[in-house]
């Protein structure tokens, strides 16, 4: 037999050594591919929500308790339901340096047609929205009618089916792009579908709290002009509009932003910890195993096997482990974040977008080397040790 | 410990996880009005199935002689668990829905692992009785 099966031979002649080797390696890799992996949905979730939403105030009722349920409402579809007069919108677009203002209107729906769940419908104004429209226009360019609707994409409702929303019956025309946020389990519709549809959720018992009986709006969506400072144009329109919030857009990412740091940091620490803990057990294991080894590596070297050639030994042994552990790891991780991405989603309660199939190989891959290059820096430490001793000794010693 | 042992200990453990997560920590949920759909079914066929799992692998420990039969068996269990949350007995349409987000791909890599083991324990059997 050549020694060029050695390594192989050795690991498959001790099969609870070499398990115990590849399962280290295995959950060094799983970490760090598994973190990684939740860490750059996160980011690719909060880019993806920042590009849905390009206004810089959003204003809306004081009883929508400032951000908090609206924020909710955006990044974890939590149904919610707060309305002000119609005539707000046209104070908002007489505000100095105010560029573009465009309403929205909500509404919980009771119950969607499979599920015990409600589903949050908003209605847009096709003429005037520069927030949504764009991202129902990657998938449908008509501009939605009368009774039509285009809904996220956890919607389960496809094109051309019907959905049915407080017993009036509305027509899916679009199925819209991931965000990884609470806007892809919402239905969208125009303001004439909307008001229909507020006048069934009214004959339904479910009141809009409103008795000024005019046309009612949620929130209204601002993009300041250019040159004009949003937190002027924001206190003036706090300052002069009643029983309304007017909130930046950026703080609301802001906040969002630092969850999402903080949870990175939370990440790399683990991280971390488990790398740095792995790789002194990887140190302590290889040391008791050339340890317990070393009349058999005294053999060798006996036999003619030269340092250098030892050392190749034992670097094949450490890299065929490393190689498995790494893989498996991989694997496990994938198999715990993939299939459950909707789940960490909800748990997390922030935008989460899988990375691209290139960005997600890259992670992999350079997960695997940098697993193998710990495995080997250990290996190669052990190496070094074994090389310092006298083969002689060692078998005169162990007789 | 014989090595063919192994797999139908892997067997029992993931059954066992099967039946009681399927009532359990994995298991649908029940709709705000106390109601229930398809997925709760789905979860009871669950149960049936991890129970039959977990027997034929205590029988494949205790009864040597049949083990490779017994394993052989396990397959075709584990990819009627497989099939049973969503192919066989509908789910809940929202991807939203506990029974789609947790229920299905748990149950999807516990059967898949159950029938894996199956498979490397028929094999190591019938390398035994050459």
């Known amino acids: 037999m050549g020694r060029a099966h050695l390594p192989v031979k050795n690991l498959l002649r001790k099969p609870g050594r070499t398990a115990a080797l590849v399962l280290l390696t295995a959950l060094l890799a799983a970490s760090v591919f598994g973190g990684s992996v939740v860490v750059g949905s996160l980011r690719r979730g909060l880019e993806s929500l920042e590009a849905r939403l390009g206004a810089d105030i959003i204003v809306m009722p004081a009883e929508a308790e400032s951000k908090v349920s609206f924020k909710n409402l955006l990044l974890q579809g939590t149904t919610g339901a707060f309305y002000m007069d119609a005539s707000v919108l046209d104070a908002v677009r007489g505000a100095q340096g105010v560029e573009i203002a465009a309403p929205q209107t909500f509404l919980a729906s009771l119950k969607a047609d499979c599920c015990a769940i409600k589903v949050q419908i908003i209605g847009i104004d096709p003429g005037a929205d520069f927030t949504v429209k764009p991202w129902i226009e990657e998938s449908y360019s008509r501009g939605l009618g009368d009774m039509e609707v285009a809904v996220g994409c956890k919607v389960t409702a496809g094109v051309g089916e019907t959905l049915k929303i407080y017993e009036q019956y509305t027509h899916v025309v679009a199925k819209l792009a991931e965000t990884g946020t609470g806007l892809d389990t919402a239905v969208y519709c125009n303001m004439d579908t909307m008001k229909k549809l507020l006048a069934a959720a009214e004959a339904k018992g479910v009141t809009h709290r409103l008795t000024s009986g005019s046309d009612v709006i949620s929130a209204v969506y601002v993009k300041v002009k250019d040159g004009a400072d949003p937190a002027q144009v924001n206190n003036w329109l706090n300052g002069h509009i009643r029983k309304v919030t007017a909130v930046r857009a950026r703080s609301m990412f802001t906040d969002v932003s630092d969850s999402l740091s903080g949870i990175a ?15 002194v057990i990887l140190l302590v294991a290889f040391a008791m195993m050339i340890r317990e080894r070393r009349r058999e590596f005294a053999v060798l070297r006996l036999l003619g096997v030269s340092r250098r050639g030892l050392r190749d030994e034992i670097l094949a042994e450490t890299a065929l482990c490393g190689l498995a ?16 991405t909707t789940l960490i989603e909800t ?6 977008l899988t990375p691209a199939p290139g960005t997600l190989l890259t992670l992999a891959g350079g997960t695997v080397l940098a697993t193998l290059a710990v495995g080997l820096l250990a290996g190669a430490w052990a190496a070094a040790r074994l090389s310092r001793t006298d083969p002689g000794a060692t078998l005169r010693e162990g007789a | 410990m014989k090595r063919t042992c192994i797999p139908a200990i892997i067997v029992l453990v993931l059954s066992l996880i099967v039946a009681v997560g399927s009532q359990t920590f994995l298991g649908a949920c029940v709709h705000e009005d106390g109601s229930f759909g398809a997925c709760h079914w789905a979860c009871r066929a669950i149960l049936g199935e991890g129970a039959l ?22 397959i075709p269990a584990s990819a009627l ?6 192919a066989l007995i509908a789910l ?14 748990a149950m999807t890599i516990l059967f898949a692992l159950a029938l894996l083991a199956a498979l490397v324990g028929w094999l190591l059997s019938r390398r035994g009785e050459k």
């Open chain 1, 325 to 340: 552990g790494a893989l498996i790891g991989v694997g496990v991780a994938a198999l715990g974040v993939f299939p459950f």
């Open chain 2, 92 to 105: 809940c349409k929202m991807p939203t829905m506990r029974c789609r987000m947790l229920t299905r791909p």
């Open chain 2, 81 to 86: 668990g497989l099939l049973t949350p969503g």
């Open chain 1, 347 to 352: 748990q997390i309660g922030l935008p989460y």
């Open chain 2, 53 to 74: 799992l977990a027997a034929l692998a205590v029988l494949a420990l205790v009864l040597k002689r049949e083990r490779a039969g017994l394993y052989l068996a396990m």
């Open chain 1, 265 to 279: 940091r939370a990440a790399r620490v683990l991280i971390g910890a488990v790398w740095a803990l792995a790789l």
